[in-house]
């Protein structure tokens, strides 16, 4: 079983900074991918930034240049850094994860969530 557990959001004002963290647990052989997205109320979830295996990353063209997404494998975290903050970045952030898991004979390739941290952007 794979769990993810967010923490870090909060309330913040327009232009401020907040750092989310996600730690992962569980029986992950390998991580393909680790992410966040959001929704926003009455909006779809949308991907805010991803990073590879690799480390390669990419981010929604509305946070380029003031969001970082980073990892640290000793730690088994994976972070979302957030500057230059605003109103229209409220939402609940989820955490998310491709990895590869299984046990005995049974192997398989998953996506998994976090329960989600709100994060609200005030005026």
């Known amino acids: 079983q794979v769990q993810l557990v967010e923490s870090g959001g909060g309330l913040v004002r327009a232009g401020g900074s907040l750092r989310l963290s996600c730690a992962h647990s569980?029986?992950?052989?390998?991580?393909?991918?680790m992410g966040w997205y959001r929704q926003a109320p009455g909006k779809q979830r949308e991907l805010v930034a991803t990073i590879s295996s690799g480390g390669s990353t990419r981010y929604a063209d509305s946070v380029k240049g003031r969001f970082t997404i980073s990892r640290d494998n000793a730690k088994n975290t994976v972070s979302l850094q957030m500057n230059s903050l605003k109103p229209e970045d409220t939402a609940v952030y989820y955490c998310?994860?491709?990895?590869?898991?299984?046990?005995?004979?049974?192997?398989?390739?998953?996506?998994?969530w976090g329960q989600g941290t709100q994060v609200t952007v005030s005026s």
């Open positions: 998310y994860a491709n990895v590869y898991t299984g046990s005995g004979t049974h192997y398989y390739t998953g996506n998994y």
């Open positions: 569980g029986n992950i052989l390998r991580i393909n991918a």
